[in-house]
């Protein structure tokens, strides 16, 4: 096996952080619950965020499975990679699904380049790993990382009240005069 020892702390600090911000989606969700009760879109994108979080809590249990062959270890980081693109594309596809008004509000969480990203690195960090390679490794930082603050932005604007609709015409020029 060829995983340095030093990446079980990583592993461990990752898994902690996963899990304390996976609590805070639970926080910033319960003190919307009526107002994502009745939203499919905002239930999409606290599903959304909950995979962002769980991905990399995942990944670090698989980190921390001893005695594993790299392959193995790769082939359970493709493996995470492609069941968690697999689950955001399912809601990416009932976001789609929206009317215009339930659109407009979950349009805030629609950033699809971390979610690619953070998906394309842990498949990427599996393959040289299964390659042979424990450079692969190098790559799950990032991905962690990318998780994490797209993750953290989701959560914030739980907290947050719903925005405004687009300002009417007739409050632009009011607000443009004086």
Do not use: C
Request: glycine share 8%; no cysteine; aromatic share 8%.
């Amino acid at each position: 096996m060829t995983v340095p020892a030093d990446w079980g702390d990583f592993a461990e600090v990752i898994g902690s952080a996963s899990g304390a911000l996976t609590g805070l989606l639970f926080v910033a969700v319960s003190l919307n619950a009526s107002r994502i009760e009745g939203h499919r879109g905002l239930r999409a994108s606290a599903a959304q965020t909950l995979v962002l979080f769980l991905t990399p809590l995942t990944m670090a249990a698989a980190l921390l499975a001893p005695g594993q062959a790299d392959w193995v270890l790769g082939a359970e980081l493709i493996a995470i990679g492609l069941i968690s693109s697999w689950v955001l594309l399912s809601i990416g596809r009932v976001k789609q699904t929206l009317d215009d008004d339930e659109r407009s509000l979950a349009e805030i969480f629609n950033r699809r380049t971390p979610n690619v990203t953070v998906m394309l690195l842990f498949v990427a960090s599996g393959a040289v790993l299964a390659g042979g390679s424990a450079d692969g490794l190098y790559l799950l930082l990032p991905a962690a990382l990318i998780a994490f603050v797209s993750g953290v932005v989701n959560a914030w604007y739980f907290l947050l009240p719903p925005p405004r609709g687009p300002r009417s015409a007739e409050s632009k020029a009011a607000s443009e005069s004086q």
